[in-house]
């Protein structure tokens, strides 16, 4: 069988953890094994409910909900790929050997650590940026991020010649908080939990009218990442399952969104590595 994951960081290949389950869809709990991967994939596609988050994303024919009830189509995503054109880069999916537990699976890797900022993040916040009315531009964007998302909104601000305020933890990781910098912008600091960085980007955007760019429950954010998974089904036709890294759930929602809509007979996992949870 063949499967694609997401390599989504600068550290390399992922190594094997343990056993995870993470909920899906109505009621169902899927196995989640990375990279030790199971034989049979969740197949059934027709009514993914991103609950953890209060997403509604699709619904099965008759179900009685309509396109205006769900937050992001895939339309959107088309969209979103013709808008990204140019402005991001297309990673390459590249075959892996030698993973543990995975000899009876052919097993290919997203590449998307060669992103802009090594990382699919640049995808979502260029599209959100882009995706701006000029008088929503004009008042700049700001989001609250520990790490990859912060550099992503900021070099897309840059791009399209915009101010972004970008509010990170103290804590942030040093290179984390040195990325955004390099691109001329001084984070705002603040306390490491959610509530304070909340606090913090509700209060830039009130004096600013700048617009909140969430780093993953944003609906343009979420289309821009679906985006690489239309480029895994471009580059890889014998594709049976996808397995894909679940943080905040945006390239999660994206990517079943996209393979619901051209292939839904492949199979979908979320993963999340033991030990560091989202």
Not at 101 to 125: I, M, P, Y
Not at 191 to 217: I, K, M, Y
């Amino acid at each position: 069988s063949w499967r694609a994951c997401y390599c989504c960081s600068a550290g390399g290949p992922p190594r094997a953890s343990a056993v995870r389950t993470w909920e899906l869809a109505d009621g169902y709990r899927g196995p989640l094994l990375f990279p030790r991967l199971v034989t049979a994939a969740a197949r059934n596609w027709d009514a993914y409910v991103l609950e953890r988050r209060g997403w509604r994303l699709a619904g099965r024919s008759g179900s009685g909900m309509t396109n205006e009830q769900w937050a992001v189509t895939f339309a959107d995503i088309q969209a979103a790929a013709e808008r990204l054109g140019g402005l991001i880069r297309r990673t390459p999916v590249l075959p892996t050997s030698g993973l543990p537990g995975c000899d009876a699976v052919s097993v290919s890797l997203k590449c998307e650590n060669l992103q802009w900022g090594s990382a699919f993040k640049a995808r979502g916040a260029t599209n959100a940026v882009m995706s701006l009315s000029a008088e929503q531009a004009a008042c700049g964007v700001v989001t609250h991020s520990s790490g990859n998302h912060a550099a992503a909104l900021a070099r897309a601000a840059l791009q399209r010649g915009i101010a972004a305020h970008i509010v990170m933890p103290r804590n942030s990781a040093a290179v984390k908080l040195q990325a955004v910098r390099q691109l001329g912008i001084e984070p705002i600091l603040c306390e490491s939990t959610a509530a304070a960085r909340e606090a913090a980007a509700a209060d830039v955007q009130q004096r600013t009218g700048a617009v909140l760019v969430h780093p993953f429950n944003d609906p343009r954010v979420i289309a821009g990442q679906g985006t690489a998974a239309l480029e895994i089904l471009e580059q890889y036709p014998e594709l049976q399952d996808v397995i894909v890294p679940v943080g905040g759930g945006g390239l999660l929602a994206g990517t079943l969104l996209a393979v619901r809509a051209l292939r839904p007979e492949v199979g979908g996992f979320g993963a999340e590595a033991e030990g560091a949870g989202a």
